[in-house]
C-alpha cells in the first residue's frame, strides 16, 4: 500500500467567541489521502468542513492534534520547509468575487506566487503566466485585464491558474463551484480532473453537493458538526450508506432518473442544526436521527471500521458500541 | 414511436480554440478611467477642480504679470485701493496686495500639501497595522487613538506652536500631529473590513509575508477613501493655518498666509474693507473647491457609498 501524502490525525479547531463561550469547529477528525486521488469532503453549512481545510493549509493554527504533509507536521514548519510547504499545497477558494484582488491584473494575480517565491521574472514570468491561461481555457489577452471584467467561471479559471503556478502537489478545493451556475459548475470541474490527469495532482474536494462530489472523489468524508460521520470509496458510500446522517443526505440528492427516483425511499432529516456552541451530548447526530437509542446521548460512537474500507461512527453498527 | 432522437456524439466537434472565435471583451476599463469618468457626470466637483486649476496657474503666473514682490515696503504709497500697477492696491505698509495675495495663497496650500501628505503616512501606516493585526496590538493602538483623539486639537497645536519656530514646516507638522487621527480610523476601518477577503487568504496560503500583504493587497484597496480623507483633510488644515495665523501663533512677517493677510486687513477692516475682501475671497474659493471635489471624488472612487 502507498503511503498517504497527507494524514489528518484527530484533528481540532476551536474559537474563542468570548469570554466564555468556545466554539469547536472542528471536533476530532481524522482521515488519510493518498497520492493522485481526490479525497471529499461533505457536510452541511456550518459543520466545520471549511475550517478543517484551513487548518490543513496551516491558515489556521490546530488547536489540538496534528496535520502531516509528506510526514511532516505543516504546523511546525521552519524556513525552507515552510517555503516548501507553501508552493507544494495551494487553495482554490469558494468565492470567485472575492478571492481575486479587484485592484491587480490578471497577470499580476496569478504571477504573486512567482513574485514571492522569486521563481520567474521579467520575460519568463509573462511565458509562464500565459502559459497557464492556456493550461485553465482563457487566453494572453486575459492577462492585461482586471478581475471585474470576467464572469464568475473565468474567475475561477485564474483562480485555478494562480495555484498552479506554483506547480503544487496537493490542492484543497474549498467548494470551487458552489457559487458557480450549474453549466459552468461542470465546465470547472471537468477542467480540474483534467489537470489531475496531466499533473498528477491530489485533491482535497470540500463540497456540499453531494452529486458533484460523487462524480469527482475516489473517496468521501461526511462531516457533521465538526464530526466526521462516515468515510469510505465514492462507490460504496453512494450504494451503502450506513450512517443515518448519510443515508438522509443521499436521499435528498437528486437522481437524474424520474422512475428510480419515484420508486427510492424519501429519508427526511428533521430539524435545524444545532449550535455548535452547545452541540447534543454523545453522538452529535441524535436530536436528528430517526434511530436515535437512549445510549446515543450517553456515549460518543467509536469510530470503526464497519465494513472493509468502510468507516462510520454510529450505535447502529456493534463495533461502535464502546461497551 | 420515440419521436425524441438521442444526442449522437459524432455530430458535434469542438471549435479549434483560436483568438477569433474567443469572446469578445469589452475594451478595457481600469479603476482610474471609471472613477474619472464618474467624477466628470459631477458638476459641482468639475467647477471645483477648475477653480483649483485656474487659481494655482494665476498664484503661479499672476506675481510675474506686475512688477513688485511681496515684502518691499514703501510707505508713500500705503493704504491706496486704486494705484496704476497695484491691480488690488497697497496694504499698510504699502505692500503690493496682488503680490501678497498670490505668496499667501501659495505658503498656505504648501502648508496645507504637507500636512495632509504628513496625515496619510502617519494615518495610513498606524491605521494599517492596527486594523491589520487586530487583538491586543489594535486595543492598545486604538486606546492611543482615543487619547489624542480626546485632547482639543486646537489646544494641541498652540502649544506645540509655542514650543516650534513659527515656519511653514513646523506649522505643517503641528496640524499634522493631530490630523493624522481620522485618517488612521478611515483606514483601520476598511483594513478590518478587507483582511478577511479571501484574495488575502490566497495571498497567505502562498507564503507572502505581512508586509506585502499590508502594503501589496490591502492598502491598494484603500486608496479611494484615502484620497477622498485628504481631499477633505487640506481644507480643514488650510483653515487651521489661516485660524494659528489670525490668533498671531502663524508665520511672522513680512512672511505671508491667507491668515496673515485676512488678519491685516480685519485690523483696517472699517477704512479699507478691500485688503480684507481678496484674501479672504480666495481662501474661500479653495476651501470651497477642496470640498466640492471630495465630495465628487467620494462618489467617483466609491460608488457603492452613494446614498
Known amino acids: 500500500m502507498t503511503k498517504p501524502i497527507l494524514e489528518v490525525k484527530n484533528l481540532e479547531k476551536t474559537f474563542q467567541i468570548d469570554r466564555n463561550r468556545v466554539l469547536k469547529a472542528v471536533d476530532g477528525i481524522s482521515f488519510e489521502v493518498f497520492p493522485g486521488e481526490t479525497f471529499g469532503l461533505v457536510g452541511e453549512s456550518g459543520c466545520g468542513k471549511s475550517t478543517a481545510g484551513r487548518t490543513i493549509i496551516n491558515l489556521y493554527d490546530a488547536s489540538n492534534g496534528e496535520v502531516l504533509f509528506d510526514g511532516k507536521n505543516v504546523h511546525r514548519l521552519k524556513g525552507k520547509n515552510q517555503k516548501k510547504f507553501r508552493r507544494e ?20 494575480i496569478i504571477a504573486e506566487g512567482l513574485d514571492i517565491h522569486e521563481i520567474a521574472n521579467g520575460r519568463s514570468r509573462e511565458e509562464v503566466v500565459y502559459e497557464l491561461l492556456e493550461t485553465v481555457g482563457l487566453n494572453k489577452s486575459h492577462a492585461t485585464r482586471y478581475p471585474h471584467e470576467f464572469s464568475g467561471g473565468q474567475r475561477q479559471r485564474i483562480g485555478i491558474a494562480r495555484a498552479l503556478a506554483m506547480e503544487p502537489k496537493f490542492i484543497i478545493a474549498d467548494e470551487p463551484i458552489s457559487a458557480l451556475d450549474v453549466s459552468v459548475q461542470a465546465q470547472v470541474v471537468n477542467l480540474m480532473r483534467k489537470l489531475q490527469k496531466e499533473k498528477g495532482l491530489t485533491y482535497l474536494f470540500i463540497a456540499h453537493d453531494l452529486s458533484m462530489v460523487k462524480y ?43 422512475v428510480q427516483a419515484r420508486q427510492r425511499e424519501k429519508i427526511r432529516i428533521k430539524g435545524e442544526l444545532p449550535s455548535p456552541l452547545d452541540p447534543p451530548s454523545g453522538c452529535r447526530f441524535r436530536t436528528r436521527c430517526p434511530h436515535a437509542m437512549a445510549v446515543c446521548a450517553q456515549v460518543d460512537p467509536l ?8 468507516w462510520v461512527a454510529c450505535h447502529l453498527y456493534p463495533k461502535s458500541n464502546p461497551q | 414511436m420515440n419521436s425524441t432522437k438521442k444526442l449522437q456524439k459524432s455530430w458535434f466537434e469542438p471549435l479549434a480554440p483560436s483568438e477569433k472565435n474567443s469572446e469578445v471583451l469589452a475594451p478595457q476599463t481600469g479603476y482610474w478611467k471609471d472613477a474619472w469618468r464618474r467624477f466628470k457626470a459631477n458638476k459641482g466637483a468639475l467647477i471645483g477642480l477648475v477653480l483649483i486649476i485656474l487659481l494655482l496657474l494665476i498664484a503661479f503666473i499672476g506675481p510675474l504679470l506686475n512688477g513688485f514682490d511681496y515684502s518691499t515696503q514703501n510707505l508713500s504709497i500705503s493704504n491706496q485701493e486704486h ?4 491691480f488690488l492696491g497697497t496694504d499698510s505698509l504699502g505692500r503690493d496686495l496682488w503680490q501678497r495675495v498670490w505668496y499667501g495663497a501659495k505658503v498656505s496650500l504648501l502648508i496645507a500639501f504637507i500636512a495632509a501628505f504628513l496625515d496619510v503616512v502617519i494615518g495610513v501606516t498606524f491605521g494599517g497595522i492596527s486594523g491589520y493585526f487586530g487583538g491586543r496590538v489594535d486595543s492598545v493602538m486604538q486606546r492611543i487613538l482615543e487619547i489624542m483623539y480626546s485632547i482639543p486639537n486646537i489646544v494641541v497645536i498652540i502649544l506645540l506652536m509655542m514650543y516650534l519656530e513659527p515656519g511653514i514646516l513646523p506649522i505643517a507638522v503641528a496640524l499634522a500631529f493631530t490630523g493624522w487621527v481620522p485618517m488612521a480610523r478611515v483606514v483601520r476601518a476598511q483594513i478590518l473590513k478587507l483582511k478577511t477577503q479571501e484574495y488575502v487568504l490566497a495571498a497567505r496560503t502562498m507564503g507572502a509575508s505581512h508586509f506585502r500583504i499590508l502594503f501589496k493587497h490591502l492598502i491598494p484597496n484603500v486608496v479611494g477613501p484615502i484620497i477622498i480623507a485628504v481631499t477633505f483633510s487640506i481644507p480643514s488644515a488650510i483653515f487651521f493655518e489661516a485660524f494659528l495665523s489670525f490668533i498671531g501663533l502663524g508665520l511672522r512677517s513680512p512672511a ?17 474693507p478691500y485688503q480684507l475682501f481678496w484674501p479672504a475671497l480666495v481662501l474661500c474659493i479653495i476651501m470651497l473647491s477642496f470640498n466640492l471635489i471630495g465630495d465628487g471624488l467620494r462618489d467617483a472612487l466609491d460608488p457603492k457609498m452613494k446614498k
Open chain 1, 89 to 108: 499545497m495551494q487553495m482554490i477558494f469558494q468565492d470567485p468575487y472575492a478571492s481575486l484582488n479587484p485592484r491587480k491584473t490578471v497577470m499580476d
Open chain 1, 216 to 258: 469527482i472523489s475516489d473517496r468521501v468524508g461526511v462531516m457533521y458538526l465538526g464530526r466526521m460521520a462516515e468515510l469510505a470509496d465514492s462507490e460504496e458510500l453512494y450504494d451503502d450508506p450506513l450512517h443515518p446522517y448519510t443515508q438522509g443526505l443521499l436521499s435528498t440528492a437528486p437522481i437524474p432518473d424520474p
Open chain 1, 303 to 310: 469510530w470503526v471500521e464497519a465494513k472493509p474500507n468502510h
Open chain 2, 83 to 86: 494705484l496704476s500697477g497695484h
Open chain 2, 256 to 272: 505671508a498666509s491667507l491668515g496673515i493677510l485676512v488678519n491685516d486687513g480685519y485690523r483696517t477692516l472699517q477704512l479699507f
